[in-house]
């Protein structure tokens, strides 16, 4: 017979991973409809949004190696593409680092946005 304390609740806080995947599911698709040809303010704006990001992160040594990519390549906020392109360089590092396979940057489209070619989201 087990006992409740047994189980995990659903509504518990996130622990790092959890924390970690859904926070690249939230950065990636806002890389994904991240406008073609942004305004000034929307690139200042979202430079501004990922230094926050590094520096209330609420994973310490995370927002520290965070930081510290930031620091070494500054977002591109030029256009989607840019930027998505970024944030897949900043994914593919920390994977690198964690012993996690690469993603491949050129299906950013089909996994963030449009859905995979074979139809498996439609």
Request: glycine share 4%; with cysteine.
């Given at each position: 017979m087990s006992s409740s304390l047994d189980r995990i609740r659903e509504d518990c806080p996130l622990d790092k991973d959890q924390l970690g995947y859904q926070t690249w599911g939230l950065l990636h698709t806002i890389a994904a409809y991240y406008p073609e040809k942004p305004t000034a303010d929307e690139e200042r704006?979202?430079?501004?949004f990922f230094m926050l990001l590094g520096?209330?992160?609420?994973?310490e040594s995370c927002a520290r190696d965070?930081?510290?990519?930031?620091?070494?390549?500054?977002?591109?906020?030029?256009?989607?593409?840019a930027l998505a392109g970024?944030?897949?360089?900043?994914?593919?590092?920390?994977?690198?680092?964690?012993?996690?396979?690469?993603?491949?940057?050129?299906?950013?489209?089909?996994?963030?946005?449009?859905?995979?070619?074979?139809?498996?989201c439609d």
């Open positions: 704006e979202m430079k501004t520096k209330f992160y609420p994973c965070f930081s510290s990519l930031l620091k070494l390549r500054p977002p591109a906020t030029s256009s989607q593409r970024w944030l897949c360089w900043v994914h593919n590092h920390i994977n690198q680092k964690l012993g996690k396979p690469q993603f491949d940057c050129s299906r950013l489209d089909e996994r963030w946005r449009d859905g995979w070619d074979d139809g498996s």
